[in-house]
């Protein structure tokens, strides 16, 4: 291939990634520069550290790109039901999958099963080259095309250029595109374990004043778990030595899986709220957290990604099928309007639920728990809640139907 291409994606994380298998067995011609390369290997017993809760309507892009019996046979555990409780009172509620007829309400899955199915089905198209390990260095924008400098194989040219980069991504400060948000002073630590109790496929979220807890079930008995705290607590966290971790875990879990009895190895993740003020440029356009990044507290980032990148596929090859230029403004424009006001929502209700279970005000805490008992009772308000959990919500793009 030339150094010429129609659409190269920055970042061949598991948005980026996703927008190349998408934009797979067409006729444009797509790069994608990743500086990293994907861990395609690892022993049957090792589970990755980082795991996402991956909604029906991922799995249906994954499904519709022909990656999802790849990441199947590697590792993926469904959960079938949810208990989330307050830590300062009362409050609870059940999402059980049964409810709206469904046998699960997603999965957990490792993010390496989903970068390295996706890196491996990009192989089978022709159209498709990934350049790896290879860096962005420098972008310039000019009226027609736009000349990208890479670290290793100098300049190339690309009609139009997708940010799939991440929360600090080059493409966008390149394009000094601006963003709005603020850091939630916590961090996000992460580390995989195992329980005295069966986790009977049931997600559990426990909430605290400095963040929630959540244990995802994984399908060989252990949990992934998300602990948000404060940036100091996870410093401690991180420092204990796995007795003392396991024993700090086990307290913060109210010992509802009984005690902590194994854990891997611990990291932890700066959170923060962060939305690009838009999603497009001059032939450029900016997918997954490279245009947001929300908190983890209900598992939606990198799905929200991956609607972007099944939307953005399908109007660039709309556009391109009509004979419009995929790079043009108007045709970029169709593809913003589709997904931010979308991502905003989300965004806003994770806000509030941060805002929500970390206030100590005595009428908030009244609120919550009234809240949560009150939703437990109306099984349709439930019902609803759990279609937005599983992404069944909003215009969805033909990917993920
Ligand atoms: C603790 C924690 C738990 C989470 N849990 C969930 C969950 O359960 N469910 C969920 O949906 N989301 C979850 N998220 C969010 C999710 O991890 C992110 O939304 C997702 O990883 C974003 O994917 P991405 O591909 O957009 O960006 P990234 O994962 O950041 O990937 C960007 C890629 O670009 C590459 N790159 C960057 N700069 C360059 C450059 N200049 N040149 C070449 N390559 C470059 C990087 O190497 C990387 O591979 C969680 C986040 C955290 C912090």
């Not at 027609?144 to 997708?162: F, H, M, S």
């Not at 609120?367 to 009150?374: K, M, P, Q, S, V």
Request: glycine letters at 8%; hydrophobic letters at 45%.
């Amino acid at each position: 291939m030339s150094a010429d291409y129609d659409v190269v994606i920055i970042g061949g994380g598991m948005v980026g990634t996703t927008l190349a298998c998408a934009l797979g067995g067409s006729d444009l011609k797509v790069a994608v520069i990743e500086a990293r390369p994907a861990e395609m290997e690892w022993t049957e017993d090792s589970i990755g550290m980082r795991c996402s809760a991956i909604t029906a309507a991922s799995q249906q892009i994954f499904t519709n790109l022909g990656a999802w019996r790849a990441m199947a046979a590697m590792r993926v555990s469904p959960f079938r039901e949810m208990q989330v409780w307050d830590g300062e009172g009362n409050g609870a509620v059940h999402f059980d999958s049964a409810d709206i007829a469904q046998d699960k309400l997603g999965h957990i899955v490792e993010n390496r099963v989903i970068q390295a199915a996706l890196t491996k089905r990009i192989d089978d198209f022709d159209n498709v080259v990934l350049l790896c390990p290879e860096m962005l260095e420098d972008q310039e924008n000019s009226c027609e095309r736009i000349k990208l400098t890479l670290k290793e194989r100098g300049e190339i040219t690309a009609r139009l250029v997708v940010g799939a980069d991440g929360a600090n991504s080059r493409v966008r400060q390149h394009a000094a595109i601006e963003t709005n948000g603020w850091p939630y002073n916590q961090s996000g630590v992460v580390t995989t374990i195992r329980t005295e109790l069966p986790h009977q496929e049931t997600a559990w979220q426990r909430f605290m004043p400095t963040g929630p807890l959540a244990f995802l079930p994984l399908n060989n008995g252990c949990c992934s778990i998300v602990w948000s705290t404060t940036p100091a607590h996870a410093d401690e966290l991180l420092a204990m030595d796995d007795e003392a971790f396991m024993k700090a875990l086990s307290l913060a879990s109210e010992h509802r899986l009984g005690n902590v009895i194994e854990t891997g190895p611990r990291g932890a993740f700066p959170l923060k709220r962060q939305h690009a003020e838009t999603y497009i440029g001059n032939h450029l356009a900016l997918i997954g957290d490279a245009a947001h990044a929300i908190h983890p507290l209900a598992g939606q980032g990198v799905n929200l990604g991956l609607l972007d990148a099944a939307a953005l596929a399908e109007v660039l090859l709309d556009a391109h099928a009509k004979g419009k230029d995929i790079g043009a403004t108007h045709v970029l424009r169709r593809y913003e309007r589709w997904r931010k006001g979308d991502n905003l929502i989300m965004m806003t209700a994770m806000d509030g639920f941060k805002k929500l279970f970390g206030s100590e005000a005595l009428p908030l805490k009244w609120l919550r728990n009234e809240g949560l008992a009150i939703t437990d009772k109306l099984p349709p308000l439930k019902n609803q809640i759990m279609l937005h959990a599983m992404g069944y919500k909003g215009d969805l793009p033909a990917l993920a139907r």
